[in-house]
């Protein structure tokens, strides 16, 4: 499975992005689908994950009530609404994918993940 996401960019305090991720390759399988971010010296950390039904959905404490996760599997696409933006959301934004729904905020268990797309929020 290859992910390409999109959507970052500059954005000041109180504003909204919506970043997409498009899945390519073996997109037939039912994945589980997230969103990390990781911001500069710091470690990747989970934002929100979304089940293949798209009925299931997890979010860190951080982003929760801001962010919201949804996914359009018909174009193999998952996205991620961002409102209420803070200049600490600032980071590059990943997108990741894999077969189960546990262990959601942990990278470690994330088989594939896409490039990264960066988000800037301005004070």
């Known amino acids: 499975v290859q992910l390409q996401a999109s959507g970052g960019g500059l954005v000041q305090a109180g504003g909204s992005l919506r970043l997409s991720c498009v899945a390519s390759?073996?997109?037939?399988?039912?994945?589980?689908m997230a969103w990390f971010r990781q911001a500069p010296g710091k470690e990747r950390e989970f934002v929100a994950a979304?089940?293949?039904?798209?009925?299931?959905?997890y979010y860190a404490g951080s982003v929760k009530g801001r962010f919201t996760i949804s996914r359009d599997n018909a174009n193999n696409t998952v996205y991620l609404q961002m409102n209420s933006l803070k200049p600490e959301d600032t980071a590059v934004y990943y997108c990741?994918?894999?077969?189960?729904?546990?262990?959601?905020?942990?990278?470690?268990?994330?088989?594939?993940w896409g490039q990264g797309t960066l988000v800037t929020v301005s004070s």
């Open positions: 390759g073996r997109t037939s399988s039912r994945y589980t």
């Open positions: 979304i089940n293949w039904s798209g009925g299931g959905t």
């Open positions: 990741a994918a894999k077969n189960t729904y546990y262990y959601l905020d942990s990278p470690t268990k994330y088989d594939y």
